[in-house]
């Protein structure tokens, strides 16, 4: 393909041998062309390209839309597909713990055997907790809500502290700072539930697909990140499998009746056989070695 002055062009074309000019049907329906492939060209990109269309010459058998494209310096490529954001997975194994800050700077606490999942667009921020505890200090951003699922569970805010508890049973909400929208989600079709707000020093749950009214709790007590954890009316089964977090020996689940007797109190996580063997002994049970691990048993 080659391209000379205008006389050579318009011998060229009189030869009819080998090219033709660019007439102004051919650019005409080069440029319909070229939308289709590319995109509609600026008008200012139109009239220059009428302006030089009797100094273009083609080959006879190249498509006008090839010329329009080589005259603008373009390349007849598709446009780049849309790429979906790639979640970012921390996780944590029993008996260790982690920190994880965000692009924009919120910072994420990870208890033992956690699993979190975070996808950042520009309309929105969400995670997803797989497994275990989590607190959130979510930084603000009015644009772009926080938006965390957890179990059969829907937290959002824009910018506050938080942590999440996700059991088998149920997912518990303690707020620290700022306030929190807390909707259960129906397991069919994952659509929110009307839920409740909950602000800073209190605390709710989701269990079976109903949301617990807030209860107060003291925020400056240390928590799980101290190495204690506030029972407040949980299931003993619950509270196993929060132990179990902390490595070490492993706990195995108790049966009914044992798994749905509710415990209160405030105990250090630390050491879980004292601990359990201390509950034990107000509720009527004895913590025992088998296979390898922990089991709960009614006392004889």
Do not use: K
């Not at 995670?127 to 930084?139: E, K, P, T, W, Y």
């Not at 959002?156 to 707020?175: E, K």
């Amino acid at each position: 393909m080659t391209a000379g002055s205008s006389s050579s062009s318009s011998s060229s074309s009189r030869g009819g041998g080998g090219g033709a000019s660019l007439t102004d049907a051919a650019l005409t329906d080069a440029l319909r062309t070229a939308a289709l492939h590319c995109g509609r060209l600026s008008d200012e990109q139109v009239r220059a390209l009428r302006r030089r269309r009797r100094s273009v010459v083609v080959a006879a058998t190249t498509a006008p839309v090839v010329a329009v494209l080589l005259v603008l310096g373009l390349r007849m490529a598709p446009p780049p597909a849309a790429v979906a954001p790639s979640p970012q997975l921390f996780a944590t194994r029993a008996g260790a713990r982690a920190t994880a800050t965000l692009a924009d700077g919120t910072t994420i606490r990870l208890n033992g055997a956690t699993r979190l999942q975070v996808v950042y667009t520009t309309a929105g921020r969400s995670a997803r907790l797989l497994a275990g505890q989590a607190f959130f200090d979510v930084r603000h951003d009015a644009a772009r809500p926080f938006v965390v699922r957890a179990g059969a569970s829907r937290t959002r805010v824009l910018g506050t502290a938080f942590d999440l508890d996700l059991t088998r049973r149920q997912v518990a909400l303690a707020v620290y700072r700022g306030a929190v929208g807390f909707d259960p989600l129906d397991p069919a079709s994952a659509d929110a539930r009307r839920g409740v707000v909950v602000r800073a020093g209190y605390r709710s749950s989701i269990r079976g697909g109903v949301t617990a009214v807030p209860e107060r709790f003291d925020p400056g007590l240390p928590d799980w990140r101290q190495g204690w954890i506030d029972t407040a009316g949980m299931r003993l089964d619950d509270l196993v499998e929060i132990l179990d977090r902390q490595g070490g020996v492993r706990i195995a689940r108790p049966a009914e009746p044992l798994a749905s007797t509710t415990v209160f109190g405030r105990f250090r996580t630390d050491h879980p056989r004292q601990l359990l063997a201390a509950i034990g002994g107000g509720f009527g049970f004895a913590v025992v070695e088998r296979d390898g691990g922990l089991a709960l048993e009614t006392a004889r």
